[in-house]
């Protein structure tokens, strides 16, 4: 009895049992509404939409364990993206469902990667913040689509990088490439800061970028030599989708010469001006980009608000967006205070997608001043998307210090700091 009582005098950790109740009495308020979020979604998913996309991962799961083993992969995604596909097969209840409890795995842990980071501005707030911009705009697909395994691997390679852990980093970022390849955007945001912060380039680093090259690209080329640049065949060869930029330009420009057609998986857009807003667009992504590690090298913007602004500008110079690909912005829009503008623009993308799924569920085929409606308020969309995160930008630049204030007269670090 003494020996007990002197061990616990002594200062030794907690039990884990008690660690893990301190632990779910901070996260009770985060975690029951994600539960509730995550039962929302798959009911409406599961219950009602019955989406194609689901159908399409079990096609996908089902095909790659015929004979011979793993000699079909997906046309649209990386090969390792099978992985994602094949998990729902090992539990005893049908496709969507199991995908849905998969998706909430996968939830779970999105909405948790705040916690545990030791670094400020990610806590329970941050996660709360994330949960009312998903219940929002990403309810309709959030069990529906696998890109929640990506943004969890995304936010976990951000959370890495803040804390300077660059290894756990570029392996995260190395996961959600594998699974989907937007992380790939956060490469150079990744090598400006580990080198101001190391004094050195980290070239070491192009082994990660070699292994997910391998990853996205051998794998497949070792069973199906056709099958090595599946996913960048496909995004070269589809036109442009309805929800994107050069898509609303497009209409904005000639909406009686815009046709629409059923294709790759979507709906797009055919006009003579959408291959000119298509290059615009992607060239301005680029400059921005650009513009973005500059204004970070010198010391103008945190390491983490260029990822934000640089997978902010890989989406939006994309010429697909999808209702789901909020989701991968969401959870660094959360690291900040709620913006009306983002929240508007998840609001559109809810509004959206009932009508997108009603027509392609009952067959319904919208003639064109529907088209032309529904186009313009994808562009609306993203439009609200370009003004946050344009306003946010103002306001992050405001808050740094400018690169050159050093040598100014002493009142001007003061200045500064007060922002």
Known sequence: MTTRTTTVDTGTPPLPAGRLRARLERWRPVVLPTLVLWLLATVVTAGFLHPFDVTEYERYAHAALRAPLLHRFPLEYPAPALVVFLLPLLLPVGYQWAFAVVAGVALMVLVTAYGRAAVAGWDTRSAG?????????????????????????????????????????WTWSAVGVAVKLFPAALWPVFVVAEWRRTGRPPLRRLWWVAGSAALVAGVPALFDPGAALNVLHYYLHRPVEMGSLPAGLSVL?????????????????????????????????????????????RGRLPMQAACLATLT?????????????????????????????????????????????????????????????????????DVLIVAGTWAWLRWVLAQSPAPNAAPAAPAAPAASATG
């Open 313 to 381: 500008l890989a989406v939006l110079g994309s010429k697909v967006l999808s209702v789901q690909y909020l989701i991968w912005l969401m959870p660094l829009w959360a690291l900040y205070r709620l913006r009306v503008t983002w929240l508007l623009a998840s609001l559109a993308n809810l509004v959206i997608f009932p009508y997108a799924a009603s027509a392609s569920r009952y067959g319904y085929v919208p003639g064109h001043a529907f088209a032309v409606s529904l186009t313009l308020t994808f562009f609306v969309r």
């Open 129 to 169: 913040r994330l949960l009312v911009y998903l219940a929002l705009g990403s309810v309709m697909v959030l069990t529906g689509r696998f890109d929640v395994f990506a943004a969890a691997a995304t936010l976990l390679a951000v959370r890495a990088a803040r804390r300077e852990r660059w290894s756990a980093a």
């Open 253 to 297: 420009f000639d909406a009686h010469g815009t046709a629409w057609v059923s294709s790759f998986h979507s709906e797009n857009v055919v006009s003579a001006a959408t291959g000119a807003c298509s290059l615009v667009v992607e060239a301005a992504a680029v400059c921005g980009c650009v513009w973005t590690w500059w204004a970070q090298a």
